[in-house]
């Protein structure tokens, strides 16, 4: 790529909907690229890692108006760091984290959102609830009244063609409304975060609310 970040970043943000929030991927990128991304008007960013992440905030604390978005798998152990570091936690993949969540948020009182990370089609490679377990612990989930939930997460299995990916993303927008009808008094399904560099743009056809870009505004990851 011979462009640089601003630009990228100006033109990736002309060609969404406004109704999608971008969620810039800084994951193994340093403080300073951030910093360039922030120039160029991005104020969510998205990390997986919670040491990584939490360096780059303090060395970004002047910067007070980021959103940070947790986007990688969450293990019990760092749950608590999770809530102190992240405003959102897109990847909540099963029903132990999200009541650890919960419990820690009561603690720290604050009530961090949530995306709830599922698996439209079988994936070994990937965590998150199947279509039937998700819906089997929506009664549990609905008691996490400390977690503000507001919709699902998923990342397509890799090697799917384009008609299938996109059929991932419009039976994961399908689910969350049907989840919505269910009228839970603790579950919002506002949010579709789906879509990263190479599907964005299907994602976006299909409903996403939030994707998630690293390798197109940033370039590759080494
Ligand atoms: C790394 C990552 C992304 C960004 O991927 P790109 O293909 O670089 O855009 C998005 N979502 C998740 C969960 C990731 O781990």
Avoid at 50 to 64: C, M, R, T
Avoid at 77 to 94: M, P, Q, T, Y
Avoid at 104 to 128: F, N, R, T, W, Y
Avoid at 180 to 207: C, F, P, R, T
Wanted: with cysteine; net charge neutral; charged share 20%.
């Amino acid at each position: 790529m011979t462009s640089s970040i601003s630009e990228r970043i100006t033109t990736i943000c002309a060609s969404l909907p406004p109704s999608v929030r971008l969620i810039a991927v800084s994951k193994t990128f340093s403080s300073e690229v951030i910093r360039t991304a922030y120039n160029a008007g991005i104020r969510d960013f998205g990390e997986n890692r919670i040491q990584e992440a939490a360096s780059k905030q303090a060395e970004l604390h002047d910067l007070a108006d980021i959103t940070w978005h947790f986007i990688g798998h969450l293990q019990s152990n760092k749950a608590k760091k999770a809530i102190e570091l992240f405003d959102w936690i897109h990847s909540v993949d099963n029903l132990k984290l999200a009541q650890r969540l919960n419990q820690l948020a009561q603690q720290l009182e604050v009530s961090p959102h949530v995306c709830l990370q599922v698996k439209i089609l079988p994936d070994p490679h990937k965590s998150g609830w199947s279509v039937p377990e998700l819906l089997a612990d929506l009664p549990a989930l609905n008691q996490c009244k400390n977690l503000q939930i507001q919709g699902l997460m998923t990342i397509p299995p890799v090697g799917l063609n384009n008609a299938e990916i996109i059929n991932v993303f419009k039976n994961t927008h399908k689910l969350a409304k049907e989840i919505q009808e269910q009228n839970w008094s603790h579950i919002k399904m506002q949010e579709l975060s789906m879509g990263m560099s190479g599907d964005y743009q299907l994602a976006v056809q299909a409903g996403a609310t939030m994707v998630r870009l690293g390798t197109i505004l940033f370039g590759e990851r080494t």
